[in-house]
């Protein structure tokens, strides 16, 4: 038995479909521009902003993650 209705699939689908046109040096570069943000922050002694700034790199990467196996995988 399914947890997922079919529109949530179908949704899911044509999410995954635009996403995976997105290339993957896209998260990269987004993940390592937030860490270069959040040194340039740091050394500005804006450290709470830093912190939030620098905690962005995990999450980009993760969604690179994921696109990729989008991509190789396909979906369900």
Do not use: R
Request: net charge positive; aromatic share 6%.
């Amino acid at each position: 038995m399914s947890l997922t209705t079919p529109n949530e699939g179908n949704l899911t689908k044509k999410i995954e479909q635009q996403t995976a046109k997105i290339p993957s040096v896209v998260f990269l570069g987004a993940a390592i521009l937030s860490m270069a943000a959040s040194l340039t922050l740091k050394c500005t002694k804006q450290h709470k902003t830093a912190l939030f700034v620098g905690q962005w790199a995990a999450p980009f990467l993760l969604l690179g993650i994921y696109n990729k196996i989008v991509k190789t995988e396909g979906h369900d």
